[in-house]
Every structure is written in C-alpha cells, then in structure tokens.
Nanobody, 126 residues
Framework: QVQLVESGGGLVQAGGSLRLSCAAS????????MAWFRQAPGKEREFVAG????????RYADSVKGRFTISRDNAKKMMFLQMNSLKPEDTADYYC???????????????????WGQGTQVTVSS
C-alpha cells in the first residue's frame, strides 16, 4: 500500500506561483500514472494534470493548460506541480493520486485512481 503526502500549498496573490510536491512511500510508484486533482469548496473533485509512468506524456485540464506543469522524479518517488500565473479560481485543496492500474494512459476520472494523499490547501487572493 502506497502512502502519498502532499506539501507546498499556501496563500499567494493572483499572478503568483507555487510548487506542490507529492512524496510516495511504500508500494510502487514508477510503474503508475500519477495525477493531481483539486477540489474547491462546494464543488466536485476535478482532474488538474496527469503524467505517465516515465514522464514522457502529460495531460492538463483546459483551465490550467499553459500555466501549470506536472513532473516526476521516479528515483526519489516524488511528483510535482509547478503552478504559475495563479488565479483566484485556482483556490482549492490539491490532491495527488496514483492510478489503480500499472502502465495505463492518463485517465481523468477519479474512479481510476485508488490511492490519494490528504491534500494541501492552495488559496489565491485577488
């Protein structure tokens, strides 16, 4: 069983940047697609970005394309989300997630991910 721990959230002004990290321990990491999701108050949890096991392919929600960059370091069992040009609508709890299957393409639906971190809060002030 893998444990996922996010960090790097905080309060930032609109236009600013944050870098989120996800540290994995136990279980396997390098053979799984990984993703970031977010959940704003009163809203459904939504896909933000995903990355295949080698990092060769990434996928982004339209709302963050061009502003966010997902990456991973398999040797360190870490995943990252660089968030630039932040907007107030990016305010949410951000979660990292591990695909329940190995070697699958990037899926955008929550049910495809079996393991989740506890989340890190990102607040963007206007």
């Amino acid at each position: 069983q893998v444990q996922l721990v996010e960090s790097g959230g905080g309060l930032v002004q609109a236009g600013g940047s944050l870098r989120l990290s996800c540290a994995a321990s136990g279980g396997t990491f390098s053979v799984h697609t990984m993703a970031w999701f977010r959940q704003a108050p009163g809203k459904e949890r939504e896909f933000v970005a995903g990355i295949t096991k080698t990092g060769a392919t990434t996928r982004y929600a339209d709302s963050v394309k061009g502003r966010f960059t997902i990456s991973r370091d398999n040797a360190k069992k870490m995943m990252f989300l660089q968030m630039n040009s932040l907007k107030p609508e990016d305010t949410a709890d951000y979660y990292c997630a591990r695909d329940r299957s190995q070697g699958r393409p990037i899926m955008t639906t929550r049910m495809m991910y079996a393991d989740w971190g506890q989340g890190t809060q990102v607040t963007v002030s206007s």
